[in-house]
């Protein structure tokens, strides 16, 4: 228990300071007490001490930093409720305390108010109050100070999220939040059927409100604008923020239909002339797309949004078009906009290729087609200087990686994969060709989708293909991961090794016509073969025979085998380490690829030749980091395959 001499010392100095302003804080005495007694606190002095501090904060005269981190002390507790803050007497007065200039009282309310978010019938409370909410609201879209408005966002969707209204059965009901905790959605009518309430996303945040009296300035209100995209990407449910609530304070700010999305999407932001807002935007465009994968960011449900009705969205409202004419006509827009919005369009196009795959590869055809055109000229015009200087164009090289690999088949002589090179080594270029040999991602070994197993024969059938326009490929990746000195190049080497390794892969199939959304096709088995030259044996399953049985063999197996490289102190030997580790990995990955694939016909094949080998990679792999061997390195190219 806290000491009584302690708790009485300081709830004298706190009535002193109350009864007379002028008074200072004395900073030693609060931050002892906070730092040794408030966790032992008993409720009844934790409670008391609440009481006279609230008192204080109404008269108080000075900076309440002291007393403000010893109440956000006191209240930290799970324990502490919201039923036990609203028990302080003098009463808390929220709306006073939101609306202070002092981000530290700011704080100390929002934390109270977070005590709600636990429960539907607190949060009840709190929409009961309109004075309240809007508050909560002006103060999170307003505030200059990040972290309130941090803390403010989490208490205002913390809030929505508790009083969703569902069944208790985790029903979707009309505002179409899942949750098993049964709220009466107080709050969510609140927000959105509460003119007052809900016409400060719009007054706060519209340019065209700037400049009125009470209004912020047009530069903070681009900070509100930024906020409130922010609160749209947290939904899951489309309709609840696309929908019209309230009419009449929607054409107000000129919208004739919709809800919040087109108001943030269409008129909130002044895109022809604040090119960094409008980045934003295209950014807001690409989450929106995305469907919010990330829960960190979906606040409001336990679903992400649906891309393809937000892909539906941006194309009727023409920013879709819009968003990636910047990367696909650069030459239509002014320089400043191609320097500034190039990159953020290429991120939309490359979530767009990967995240509505159907729609690009089937209505968007045309665009597939103009985009990998785009890309060709791109990658193929750049001076090898730039690649040796590490100026890769990595927007474009990231779409590369994001595109459907079947959209690279059908891209012929414009194929912008093949002007990627090996040497001079690139970090981004070596990178961009593992993601696309990998192949796709695997969630499961049964009820594999038809188009993954698509994607994952078009990645089989551009590593032969790559290997074919570029000779030398595998002695050049391993140059590329023995120069440790550049240590970027070498890991991405590696990991390319890796890629092939771990790939994968399915095989084509053997009669024409296996179609992908009815737009691209696969090549059959015999028309890889006729393209790629090989000896007798068939073009490898899988990335490790790909490997062990074609040219790689003479360069990346003595690599693997061979012994880390390590020089002397200093940051050659960190990036010698980080090397070293990476290098280990992949063979410590290879020796259980083998045991995985080891039932495969066509690895049971190899494994009596390749048994020494084999052996000798697994011993490397126990041996650590620093190990290896050359005996069995030096055999390998003479192995007949």
């Known amino acids: 228990m806290a000491s009584t001499r302690m708790v009485a010392d300081l709830a004298s100095h706190i009535t002193a300071v109350t009864e007379d302003p002028s008074l200072p804080l004395d900073a030693k005495l609060i931050g002892a007490f906070d730092r040794i007694y408030t966790d032992a606190l008993s409720d009844n002095d934790r409670q008391s001490l609440l009481n006279r501090l609230s008192g204080l904060i109404l008269t108080l005269q000075q900076d309440p930093q002291p007393a403000t981190e010893l109440i956000l002390n006191l209240i930290r507790p799970e324990s502490y409720t919201f039923t036990q803050a609203l028990s302080i007497r003098p009463n808390v007065d929220l709306v006073a305390g939101l609306s202070s200039p002092s981000s530290d009282i700011n704080l100390v309310i929002l934390c109270l108010l ?72 107080l709050m969510w009518r609140r927000v959105f059927h509460d003119k007052d309430v809900y016409e400060l996303f719009f007054s706060i945040c519209s340019l065209t409100t700037a400049g009125q009296a009470g209004q912020p300035s047009k530069r903070e209100k681009t900070i509100s604008q930024a906020r409130l995209l922010d609160f749209i990407l947290a939904f899951s449910n489309f309709e609840q923020i696309s929908a019209s609530q309230l009419p009449n304070i929607e054409k107000k700010y000129c919208l004739s239909e919709g809800g919040l999305l087109d108001f943030v999407a269409v008129h909130m932001i002044d895109w022809k002339d604040d090119l960094l807002m409008h980045a934003s935007l295209i950014d807001f465009f690409t989450n929106l797309l995305r469907g919010n994968s990330d829960p960190t960011m979906r606040a409001l449900g336990e679903q992400s949004l649906d891309s393809a009705e937000a892909l539906d969205f941006l194309i009727s409202r023409n920013l879709h078009s819009r968003t990636m004419s910047y990367f696909l006509e650069p030459e239509k827009h002014d320089s400043m906009e191609g320097t500034y919005l190039y990159p953020p369009s290429a991120q939309y196009i490359s979530t767009y290729a990967s995240c509505c795959s159907s729609h690009f590869l089937g209505i968007g055809r045309l665009d597939a087609d103009r985009i990998v055109e785009r890309l060709s000229m791109v990658i193929s015009q750049l001076p090898t ?123 084509l199939p053997e009669r024409l016509g296996e179609n992908v959304n009815g737009s691209f096709s696969l090549p059959t088995a015999a028309e890889l073969d006729r393209q790629v030259p090989h000896r007798g044996a068939p073009l490898a399953a899988c990335g490790t025979l790909a490997i062990l049985t074609g040219p790689g063999r003479t360069a990346v197996i003595p690599y693997l085998l061979k012994p880390a490289q390590t020089y002397g102190r200093g940051d050659t030997q960190s990036a010698a380490y980080a090397v070293a580790v990476a290098k280990h990995e992949t063979v410590f990955r290879l020796t259980r690829t083998f045991k995985e694939q080891s039932n495969m016909p066509e690895i049971q094949l190899y494994l009596t030749p390749w048994q020494t080998v084999i052996a000798e990679i697994e011993h490397c792999a126990n041996r650590g980091v620093w190990g290896g061997s050359t005996a069995v390195g030096a055999r390998v190219g003479t192995l007949d395959l």
């Open 114 to 185: 977070n005590k709600a978010c636990s429960s539907s019938g607190d949060a009840g409370i709190i929409a009961a109050s309109p004075e309240t909410v809007a508050a909560l609201v002006r103060l999170w879209l307003s505030t200059p100070v990040t972290q309130v408005a941090t803390k403010g966002f989490d208490v205002l969707v913390g809030l929505l999220r508790i009083d969703a209204n569902t069944s208790p059965d985790g029903d979707t009901n009309m505002i179409g939040y899942t949750s098993k905790v049964y709220g009466q959605g």
């Open 385 to 507: 200087a730039k690649w040796a200087r590490g100026d890769a164009p990595r927007s474009d090289l990231h779409i590369i990686s994001s595109l459907p690999r079947v959209v690279l088949l059908h891209a012929s002589s414009h194929n912008p994969l093949y002007s990627i090179p090996v040497s001079p080594p690139n970090a981004d270029a070596l990178n961009t060709l593992a993601a696309i040999f990998r192949g796709p991602s695997k969630e499961s070994t049964s009820d594999i989708p038809a188009h993954i197993k698509h994607e994952a024969a078009a990645a089989r059938v551009l590593y032969f293909l790559y290997a074919k326009n570029s000779p030398n490929f595998w002695q050049r990746v391993v140059d590329a991961a023995e120069t440790i000195a550049i240590k970027e190049n070498a890991l991405a080497a590696i990991n390319l090794i890796d890629a092939v390794f771990g790939s994968y892969w399915e095989p």
